[in-house]
């Protein structure tokens, strides 16, 4: 399998867990609402512009409302199937999905309370730092200050280039929560004191 797969599958698998009216960390959803969103984004081509746009975005909250009000096994399923056959989601699964699921995965387990970061995966994370790789720079556009991104292993991404950056340390999944807003991530920041708290109030992600 691979990683946008398996995490689709573990999703889908903790969503029967937790049922419905589970908290997540995006802001007002429940698991029925973030159930819904992945579903208009996969199977709504119609509707899932206005996840981007706000002009389009009325629209896309009353086709997600329409998923949301389905019976909770329906509305799983269809998140566990993933996208139709002739969805050019299907076609690029693992290169749009990956940091999707995974973000949304974490979204609900980390909603609980006594979360701890999954052990690490080597492909995921593998999958995960390629992808960070790709995007960083997008996600700290709004930076007025350095950063850059490294792994205990010393691994790092310049997503901001500057004099005097803030490091953030942290293993792929947590750089990648960070990077996408999230704030029950495990990571440290060093630098200057000022910089680190620019940073720490930073709008990041999309």
Request: hydrophobic share 40%; with cysteine.
């Amino acid at each position: 399998m691979g990683v946008a797969r398996d995490e689709r599958a573990q999703l889908s698998n903790l969503f029967t867990e937790v049922g419905p009216d589970a908290p997540t960390l995006c802001d007002g959803w429940t698991s029925r609402d973030l159930a819904a969103h992945l579903v208009v984004r996969e199977r709504r081509l119609d509707a899932a512009p206005g996840i981007m746009i706000k002009a389009l975005a009325g629209y896309t909250a009353r086709v997600q409302r329409s998923y949301a009000a389905r019976p909770w096994p329906e509305l799983v399923d269809l998140v566990r199937t993933g996208p139709p056959v002739l969805s050019p989601f299907r076609l690029v699964d693992e290169q749009v999905n990956t940091t999707e699921y995974f973000i949304h995965h974490e979204d609900v387990r980390r909603a609980a309370p006594g979360w701890e970061p999954r052990p690490a995966d080597e492909t995921r994370d593998r999958a995960l730092w390629a992808a960070l790789s790709r995007t960083a720079r997008l996600y700290y556009r709004r930076s007025p200050v350095g950063v850059v991104l490294r792994t205990p292993d010393g691994r790092a991404i310049t997503a901001r280039a500057g004099a005097d950056p803030v490091t953030i340390t942290g293993e792929p999944g947590e750089l990648l929560l960070d990077a996408f807003g999230r704030t029950k991530t495990r990571i440290d920041h060093t630098g200057p004191e000022a910089a680190i708290a620019t940073v720490r109030s930073l709008r990041r992600g999309l």
